[in-house]
Nanobody
Framework: QVQLVESGGGLVQAGGSLRLSCAAS????????MGWFRQAPGKTREFIAA????????AYADSVRGRFTISRDNAKNTVYLQMNSLNPEDAAAYYC???????????????????WGQGTQVTVSS
């Protein structure tokens, strides 16, 4: 099993920035991909970004490309999501996910991730 704990959410004004962190523990050697998803009230869970654990590959949703950056620290088993130029449409619960080495074609599919964190809330005031 892998446990994921997110942190860094909060309230920010439109145009501001936040950095989310997700620390993994347990069977971390089984992790090949980590990703971030978000879910706003009344909406389905949405892919935001993903990063492969052992190769140089990242993927982003069109809605956040150029504003959000995903990165990892393998030594700390932690993935980060730097979010800049936030707008009210970015407000949601943000979830960290971990899975095996997922091919780029499927990396946006939430069903390919085996482990999920509890989520951290991001609120953006206009």
């Amino acid at each position: 099993q892998v446990q994921l704990v997110e942190s860094g959410g909060g309230l920010v004004q439109a145009g501001g920035s936040l950095r989310l962190s997700c620390a993994a523990s347990g069977r971390t050697f089984s992790i090949g991909t980590m990703g971030w998803f978000r879910q706003a009230p009344g909406k389905t869970r949405e892919f935001i970004a993903a990063i492969r654990w052992n190769i140089d590959y990242t993927a982003y949703a069109d809605s956040v490309r150029g504003r959000f950056t995903i990165s990892r620290d393998n030594a700390k088993n932690t993935v980060y999501l730097q979010m800049n130029s936030l707008n009210p449409e970015d407000a949601a619960a943000y979830y960290c996910a971990a899975g095996p080495s997922i091919t780029p074609r499927l990396i946006r599919d939430a069903g390919k991730y085996d482990y999920w964190g509890q989520g951290t809330q991001v609120t953006v005031s206009s």
